[in-house]
């Protein structure tokens, strides 16, 4: 079975770039054809489908009153990704709301170790 991919309105796009912070550890990539951001090689935030999804800590997303019965991000049916959560619609059509979710999780995700090396690391083996 395929999974349809569709592209996110070009208005989410541009929210979702402008609520990425500045920071020299951001990296901006596509996956699976999506926006997505990533820091220290370490995913973080994405677009997919029309959704904004984000990694953050079961015990962090149970403290957001906004994030109350958000469903975990399951990308191809069947099998939902621990600690990923699509942000619902109420946040990610409010740029404010949206930058401030986006910087939580960065914040989380920057102290995590780097995965850059790691996958260098793998290449030279093969």
Do not use: C
């Not at 029309?50 to 800590?57: F, K, S, T």
């Not at 709301?97 to 030279?124: D, H, N, R, S, T």
């Amino acid at each position: 079975m395929t999974m349809k991919f569709t592209k996110p309105p070009p208005e989410l796009v541009e929210r979702f770039n402008a609520a990425l912070p500045e920071h020299p550890d951001l990296a901006p990539k596509k996956m699976f054809g999506y926006p997505a951001s990533f820091v220290k090689g370490n995913f973080f935030t994405g677009l997919h489908n029309d959704n904004v999804v984000i990694r953050l800590p079961d015990e962090v997303k149970a403290k957001m009153g906004e994030l109350e019965g958000a469903p975990r991000f399951d990308p191809m049916g069947g099998r939902p990704m621990k600690q990923w959560w699509v942000l619902p619609k109420s946040v990610t059509g409010d740029a404010k709301k949206l930058k401030a979710f986006v910087k939580k999780a960065f914040e989380l995700v920057q102290p995590l170790p780097g995965k850059a090396a790691a996958a260098k690391a793998k290449k030279k083996k093969k």
